[in-house]
């Protein structure tokens, strides 16, 4: 569906009341309020509250995996590659809450989509992980098995429970994360060679 400049700001004012606040409470009376357009504006994007938040989720989770393909490609490094691939993870969930992580979790369809996202980019990151190990920048692991861990510690991220004890926020755990996936897998002569680049 092509949109109108108009629609397309409405739907990033969306992205960011869903991501700070969640969107199971919040009425499609008060998100045409909260964005200042009518509810006629909102039912041209799309039909119903739920299509609404697929819609912006659907936006979210394709741009991130947009700037870390792009992001990738800026590379031929595998450790830088690997950075790249991630960051877009962290700097595009910044906003995410504990909140619209329970509301994900409790919508089989927004919890679908993001456990869809999560493997592809998973897939993605066990071919620049063994192309990493072939070229000698990473340790000799077995990249699936580091892929499926990788998304298994995701799969515990997207919890809110965790979160909660850990006192981090949905992104601050990903960053986290993915420095001890990097610092895991990359072999000390590629640390020394990156850290001077």
């Not at 897939?123 to 098995?145: E, S, T």
Request: hydrophobic residues 40%; contains cysteine; aromatic residues 6%.
């Amino acid at each position: 569906m092509r949109l109108s400049e108009r629609q397309d700001e409405v739907l990033a004012d969306l992205e960011i009341i869903f991501l700070e606040e969640g969107f199971r409470t919040i009425t499609i009376a008060e998100l045409a309020a909260r964005t200042k357009c009518s509810k006629r504006t909102l039912y041209d994007i799309a039909p119903s509250k739920q299509d609404l938040v697929i819609l912006v989720m659907t936006r979210w989770l394709s741009r991130i995996r947009h700037l870390g393909w792009t992001g990738a490609l800026e590379h031929d490094d595998p450790v830088k590659r690997v950075e790249a691939y991630l960051s877009p993870g962290v700097s595009e969930s910044r906003r995410a809450s504990s909140q619209f992580l329970e509301d994900v979790q409790a919508s089989t369809t927004a919890r679908t989509m993001l456990e869809a996202h999560q493997k592809e980019r998973t897939q993605v990151l066990k071919d620049i992980l063994a192309d990493g190990v072939r070229r000698g920048r990473f340790r000799r692991l077995n990249p699936a098995l580091v892929a499926e861990v990788f998304l298994a510690s995701v799969g515990r991220i997207n919890e809110p429970a965790l979160l909660d004890e850990t006192r981090l926020g949905f992104s601050e755990a990903f960053s986290e994360f993915f420095q001890l996936i990097l610092h895991g897998i990359v072999k000390d002569d590629a640390k020394s060679s990156a850290r001077k680049s």
